[in-house]
């Protein structure tokens, strides 16, 4: 059973980078055909796929995000993370990390939130001066 947990700051200030980590527990994160996600929900909107990175460190990055976020893993640790840079208000949304187990997944597989196997509880991020 694979468990995922957020970290990373509540409030970031406009125009800063934000990083938020995700710590994956009971398999290894290199685990053949395993992808990591971020996912966002905005309040009063559906979620939002930003951005994968996969068991053999490929990434994927929502086109709209692709210029902003990037998304890194340390092995040793089990974690990967999302920075997300020049962050404005619009940014202000809970943030999650997700797996998706599959053999191929491509971006637009990885984009459907809705069958993502294991999720993270989720962390509230404010954009605020």
């Known amino acids: 059973h694979v468990r995922l947990s957020e970290s990373g700051p509540g409030l970031v200030n406009p125009s800063q980078t934000l990083s938020l980590t995700c710590s994956v527990s009971g398999d290894s994160i290199t685990t053949n055909a395993y992808h990591w996600s971020w996912i966002r929900h905005f309040s009063g909107k559906d979620l939002e796929w930003m951005g994968s990175?996969?068991?053999?460190?490929?990434?994927y990055y929502s086109p709209p995000l692709e210029s902003r976020a990037s998304i890194s893993w340390d092995t040793g640790k089990n974690q990967f993370t999302l920075h997300l840079s020049a962050v404005t208000p619009d940014d202000t949304a809970i943030y999650f990390c997700?797996?998706?187990?599959?053999?191929?997944?491509?971006?637009?597989?990885?984009?459907?939130?809705?069958?993502?196997?294991?999720w993270g509880h989720g962390t509230h991020v404010t954009v605020s001066s």
């Open positions: 990175i996969g068991y053999d460190g490929s990434t």
């Open positions: 997700a797996m998706k187990e599959g053999v191929g997944l491509g971006p637009a597989m990885l984009a459907q939130v809705g069958e993502y196997n294991y």
